[in-house]
């Protein structure tokens, strides 16, 4: 549960995978279900809001999550492109990435 596949991380809080990690009693406002960190509740689908955020730290989450998996995307393909003998490329791809990363964050 901690390790949070990249297709799926807009569907976690990571505020509220912290508050899990050290114990906390989380449930949802309105069903009452046990909640683990999740941004929607498993059981009646309401958009969980953890103490501490706010809509833009949300956003953010969301944002990072599609950076990661444009970044496992831009991974596979330099993966592919060091198979096919063209390592440079691979490691262009590479450094495109990091240079995205810091101008978006």
């Not at 807009?10 to 683990?36: M, N």
């Not at 991974?75 to 198979?83: E, I, T, Y």
């Not at 240079?99 to 964050?105: E, Q, R």
């Amino acid at each position: 549960m901690w390790n949070v596949k990249t297709d799926q991380m807009d569907q976690w809080s990571v505020v509220g995978v912290e508050y899990a990690k050290r114990g906390a009693d989380i449930h949802c406002p309105t069903c009452g279900a046990e909640l683990r960190g999740q941004r929607y509740c498993p059981n009646c689908g309401t958009k969980i809001m953890y103490e501490g955020e706010t809509e833009k730290s949300i956003k953010t989450d969301e944002r990072l999550a599609t950076l990661a998996r444009g970044g496992e995307k831009m991974s596979a393909a330099g993966d592919s492109l060091s198979r096919t003998g063209c390592q440079t490329m691979g490691c262009v791809g590479f450094i495109i990435l990091i240079f995205l990363l810091f101008l978006l964050l």
